[in-house]
């Protein structure tokens, strides 16, 4: 049993911080790595990446968005409830270096992954500028932290509820026009990576994604993860989950994505129901 030491609940109820007891991962666990998480014995296998780790606490920190059957039975986890399984760290940590100036992009969830990046690039001594967005400002991620770690902090949102009014890709483009910058790093909706790594690839600017496809193993052995990158098969629990924003087939990722949303709806509704009786 992994027990959760502490809970938060943050962008208006929809997104849960979960820090677990997992000293052996918070000893071992890199910035861009994982875990994959099971709730109880029957319960789904869920990745998600370590948004933080303390190892004097023998902690790790996830964070993750109420959207289908299994996170709801994560939401109905309390401090001093635990984890059955909490496996890791898995996937290759983020080849972190002093490169000069590092663009990190982050929208929604994808912010919480991006924190423990943007520090490690802070931390080796680049200027880092980054640039999160939302939905609206009530569904904003981690702004305290991730200006904490940063050298400019923009924030966008799609309703111009707070900061700039629109898309991540419009400050991001205001950047590249009046930087030189060697690295963009960029994690959240799949389409907002796809339009960052277009824009990207207009500036010839090196461009890193985490993608989070279907996972079920996460050795590599199951092949449900796959990717298709530079016209070759890749998996993203071993060979990612970073990759070449560039070379990635962001259309046949989201039609895998996709491919079972009728059943995740059809799940989650009856788990409601059955909740709720």
Request: aromatic fraction near 6%; charged fraction near 25%; proline fraction near 4%.
């Amino acid at each position: 049993m992994f027990k959760i030491v502490k809970r938060e609940t943050m962008a208006d109820d929809t997104v849960v911080l979960n820090e677990i007891e997992a000293p052996r991962i918070a000893a071992k666990a890199s910035p861009g790595q994982f875990v994959i998480l099971k709730a109880n014995e029957t319960g789904e296998r869920i990745p998600l990446t370590i948004s933080d780790l303390d190892p004097e606490r023998g902690t790790i920190t996830v964070i993750y968005m109420v959207v289908g059957k299994s996170t709801a039975l994560f939401q109905t986890l309390a401090v001093g409830d635990g984890y059955q399984d909490v496996i890791g760290p898995l996937g290759k940590p983020t080849d972190i270096e002093k490169l000069g100036k590092v663009v990190c992009v982050g929208g929604g969830t994808g912010v919480a992954v991006l924190f423990p990046i943007t520090r490690g690039f802070k931390d080796a001594g680049n200027e880092v500028i980054s640039i999160i967005g939302a939905r609206n400002k009530d569904l904003l991620l981690l702004e305290d932290k991730m200006e904490a770690v940063s050298d400019q902090l923009h924030v966008c949102t799609d309703d111009g509820s707070y900061g700039h009014k629109g898309f991540v890709t419009e400050v991001l483009k205001d950047v590249l026009d009046n930087h030189k910058v060697d690295l963009v790093v960029a994690i959240g909706p799949v389409p907002m990576m796809k339009f960052v790594s277009r824009l990207t690839y207009e500036y010839n600017v090196k461009t890193l994604v985490s993608l989070n496809p279907i996972m079920i193993d996460g050795t590599g052995m199951c092949g449900g993860c796959r990717v298709s990158v530079g016209d070759k098969t890749k998996f993203a629990c071993v060979d990612g989950p970073e990759f070449d924003g560039h070379k990635v087939d962001y259309d046949g990722l989201m039609q895998r994505l996709n491919a079972y949303t009728q059943e995740e709806k059809a799940a989650y509704e009856q788990y409601c129901k059955l909740h709720q009786t």
